[in-house]
């Protein structure tokens, strides 16, 4: 019984590069939700998707930052021209569908991928 | 808004008793608490929702005080094994299918044989 799976577990790029980051929910989530965490910071909400819906980019910066979750295959996290305050943590979680409201969910958190941009 | 989480930090010797408060200026929905080791994901640790019953299980506990916006989260007769950093994460809208959460900055949890 799989887990959240994230990859790669650690990540670098200099600067200008591109960075994807891959993330596939626990089977029978339909849910998936990206956060970032600095070094000794907490987790800072980035994103929540469905398959083939963004529900809510609040958290996501405007430039250089996109997300998708198709209908086959992982959510992809997609950081264009890194710069280095982009060094962190990106953590992937997910979560069921809550079936009716006055339910809670949990959210399961993957392994994260560490992005080190040099 | 992010929550309130305090103390910032607490060391322990082990057997020793703790509790972690997370306070919300917003209505909340839900609290979610996690506790996430050094270099590691964050584990989900228990889930309270609004009017629900306190929850625990083994030695770690927590409440939900709907009016005053506050989870307690309580650990009894400390293990080695539950020295970490120790996150809320809070749900201000119910949504009929899931939404984001909110964490506070955390709280340092060491415990000492």
């Known amino acids: 019984n799989a887990g959240v799976m994230q990859n790669p577990r650690h990540l670098v790029r200099r600067r200008g590069q591109e960075a994807r980051l891959r993330c596939s929910p626990m089977?029978?989530?339909?849910?998936v939700y990206w956060y970032r965490q600095l070094p000794e910071e907490g987790l800072k909400f980035m994103v929540y998707?469905?398959?083939?819906?963004?529900?809510?980019e609040s958290g996501m910066p405007k430039e250089r930052f996109s997300a998708e979750f198709p209908k086959e295959g992982p959510s992809i996290l997609r950081i264009q021209q890194v710069v280095r305050g982009d060094s962190a943590a990106y953590f992937c979680?997910?979560?069921?569908?809550?079936?009716?409201?006055?339910?809670?969910?949990?959210?399961?958190f993957g392994p994260g991928t560490r992005l080190t941009v040099t | 808004q992010q929550p309130v989480q305090s103390p910032q930090a607490v060391i322990l010797r082990e057997g020793e008793d703790a509790v972690i408060n997370c306070s919300s200026s917003?209505?909340?929905?839900?609290v979610h608490w996690y506790r996430q080791k050094h270099g590691e994901a964050p584990v989900f640790l228990m889930i309270l929702l609004k009017g629900g019953e306190q929850k625990g299980h083994e030695k770690i506990s927590a409440s939900f005080n709907e009016k005053k916006q506050q989870s307690s989260l309580y650990l009894t007769a400390s293990q080695l094994s539950y020295s970490g950093t120790y996150f809320c994460g809070t749900e201000k809208v119910e949504e009929t299918s899931g939404s984001r959460l909110t964490f506070g900055e955390g709280t340092q949890l060491t415990v000492n044989p």
């Open positions: 917003k209505a909340l929905y839900s």
């Open positions: 998707l469905q398959k083939e819906n963004i529900i809510d």
């Open positions: 979680a997910s979560s069921p569908l809550r079936t009716s409201i006055g339910t809670g969910y949990e959210q399961y």
């Open positions: 089977k029978g989530h339909s849910h």
